[in-house]
């Protein structure tokens, strides 16, 4: 298989592959859980390490798993909009390496941030309530419950809810087309024109924003993207560093 840059292709074909990949995934998941009563999310969705269900292949599994119909969509599409500009140039090989780097990036982001958000408040609780979370929250949760209190039900939340979605990936792509794209025209909503440097930056300090406010009704994983788009930026700059020519 040829994935060297060759002539421009609009579907190339490491692309092509995770886009089949992640529809593979998608399609298997509902029919194991409604057929066989197997729910994959837990042994492919990224768990927090404190978690009875995490397993180290998480960190590249997670990538592969969507929580809906729309979730999946708007990463496909992104994957395909912004990849496929990024794979003719840099070429397969490179490509998936750049893909699976921020991917990786953004669950070590984000698992770091849940780790200190999990300090925080065991910080604020006592022993007997963090003892309570670990020894009974996990099944409690398993049974679409939560404890009460309000510490209790967030640290519950932090300890074993899974985190599903390429969007870590997909942010690197985005930042990776910024970078190499930096006044190419995106069109917001189909419609309003705004360069792609200008577009990066602006979603990239939404996310900083909305993961700082750590909204307790806001289940998106905006330190995840940010970790996409901050291992992208420093393999962009390693490559550029290190190489002549960085295409």
Do not use: C
């Not at 698992?111 to 200190?116: D, I, S």
Request: aromatic share 16%; net charge neutral; no cysteine.
């Amino acid at each position: 298989m040829n994935i060297q840059p060759t002539r421009f292709s609009y579907l190339p074909e490491i692309v092509k592959n995770l886009l089949i990949i992640n529809g593979l995934f998608f399609l298997g998941k509902y029919v194991l859980a409604s057929n066989f009563g197997i729910n994959l999310d837990q042994y492919l969705a990224l768990h927090n390490w404190e978690s009875p269900d995490f397993r180290p292949h998480q960190f590249v599994t997670h990538l592969f798993m969507h929580g809906s119909f729309s979730h999946i969509l708007f990463n496909m599409f992104a994957l395909w909009m912004f990849g496929n500009q990024l794979e003719n140039i840099w070429g397969g090989k490179r490509f998936l390496v750049y893909y699976l780097i921020t991917g990786l990036g953004a669950a070590i982001l984000h698992l770091a941030v849940n780790q200190m958000q999990i300090s925080s408040l065991e910080a604020q609780m006592t022993l007997e309530q963090i003892n309570r979370v670990t020894a009974s929250g996990y099944d409690a949760l398993q049974n679409g419950q939560n404890f009460i209190d309000p510490l209790m039900g967030k640290l519950n939340l932090l300890y074993y809810t899974p985190t599903v979605g390429a969007s870590g990936a997909v942010f690197g792509l985005l930042l990776a087309f910024g970078m190499l794209f930096p006044n190419t025209l995106i069109y917001l909503y189909f419609a309003i024109p705004i360069k792609a440097k200008y577009f990066v930056a602006g979603y990239g300090l939404v996310e900083l924003w909305l993961g700082i406010q750590n909204n307790a009704n806001d289940n998106v994983a905006h330190f995840a993207h940010l970790g996409g788009m901050l291992f992208g930026y420093l393999l962009i700059k390693y490559w550029r560093k290190n190489s002549q020519h960085f295409y």
